[in-house]
């Protein structure tokens, strides 16, 4: 691209903002306004730039955060790089892409997962059980995925919204990944009843555990 300064990308990003994008992220507790197809064709036109993605960081833009993401080199970050880029990720989706184009291609992302499950600040939390998810579905050996439960039964019901998603989201990969788990977590989705009226478009899975459980159940045999 012609101009790659940060003045340059800003005012590319300036250029894709859509105000309606925005109007209706904002009603989900998001409050990027760039579509998200364009943002990364910018990205891809950029290519890996770490020293740009630093300072699209720092602007606190979330349009500019997303981007940096999709620009940045994950090992070009520390530990606690990552945590703190996580407790000032302002919103869901910059957090969601900070997690998969980030925290899950590092080295400190186990560490991570580890210390943020037990944070006090439910967001963080959340991105504990994010990354535990990703665990439980492609490296489930030496968890404990009956201790997990215990957790998700004592304390899913009560959780803050996002937290409280996290945990679900767990609840139902442990079902769907381990058999001989699957009659308590479907037990404990029912008895939680979580996210069981949640309003789900036709040809959605719904959220709520013991259906999400049996519906990808299905779909593998």
Not at 140 to 160: H, T, W
């Amino acid at each position: 691209m012609a101009d790659a300064t940060l003045a340059g990308v800003r005012a590319r990003l300036a250029d894709l903002d859509d105000p309606k994008i925005r109007a209706v992220n904002e009603k989900h507790g998001d409050d990027h306004s760039v579509n998200l197809g364009k943002l990364r064709a910018l990205a891809k036109e950029l290519k890996a730039q770490p020293d740009l993605a630093l300072e699209l960081w720092r602007t606190g833009d979330t349009n500019a955060r997303l981007l940096a993401l999709l620009v940045a080199r994950p090992k070009q970050f520390g530990r606690d790089d990552l945590d703190r880029m996580l407790r000032e990720a302002g919103t869901p989706k910059v957090q969601d892409w900070l997690l998969v184009n980030i925290v899950k291609k590092t080295r400190h992302a186990e560490e991570l997962r580890v210390a943020w499950l037990d944070d006090a600040d439910p967001v963080v939390a959340s991105a504990g059980w994010t990354l535990t998810v990703d665990r439980v579905a492609k490296k489930p050996d030496g968890l404990d995925l009956s201790g997990l439960l215990d957790v998700i039964e004592a304390e899913m019901k009560a959780a803050p919204d996002r937290l409280q998603w996290a945990m679900n989201h767990c609840l139902a990969q442990i079902g769907i990944e381990h058999p001989g788990l699957r009659a308590r977590a479907i037990g404990i989705g029912e008895r939680l009843g979580v996210l069981k009226d949640y309003p789900t478009p036709p040809n959605c899975t719904s959220p709520y555990a013991p259906v999400w459980i049996a519906e990808m159940v299905k779909r593998q045999a």
